[in-house]
């Protein structure tokens, strides 16, 4: 599956705080996109096979409910409310989707500068040098 149909329903997992400039959160939202989709492409056949079927599944629940054209915030109540259909293995899709998101997301440097926080190139630094005074003492 391409990375096109996956990148809107990725998209719509990321969330709106903290508030970063239009053209910055495209680019977050390429990056997270990239990621999570790599990570189900690596993953071995049978979870691959099972959560591919699931997005299908999903997709085609998506067109029912809002359409040919959804909103962000459309898919986003969809992947919820499919979520939470009383069918065997479908609330895991969505908790799959939106942990795989929002950790590569929270991971972002401008997301952490954002939120004050010290960007993880400057924390390896810190606890190298920390674990350098260790070795020399």
């Not at 056949?45 to 959560?51: A, D, K, L, M």
Request: hydrophobic residues 45%.
């Amino acid at each position: 599956m391409s990375v096109a149909c996956f990148r809107s329903t990725v998209e719509s997992l990321i969330p709106d705080w903290p508030a970063v400039p239009p053209a910055q959160r495209v680019a977050l939202a390429d990056r997270c996109t990239r990621f999570v989709h790599r990570q189900f492409e690596v993953a071995p056949f049978y979870i691959r096979i099972g959560f591919w079927g699931l997005f299908v599944s999903y997709l085609c629940f998506l067109t029912l409910r809002a359409g040919l054209r959804p909103t962000t915030q459309q898919r986003s109540e969809a992947l919820s409310m499919f979520s939470a259909l009383p069918l065997p293995m479908v609330y895991g899709l969505e908790r799959l989707l939106r942990s795989a998101t929002l950790l590569v997301y929270f991971e972002q440097p401008e997301i952490l500068v954002a939120l004050g926080e010290d960007t993880i190139a400057s924390r390896q630094t810190h606890f190298r040098m920390k674990r350098q005074n260790l070795h020399t003492q």
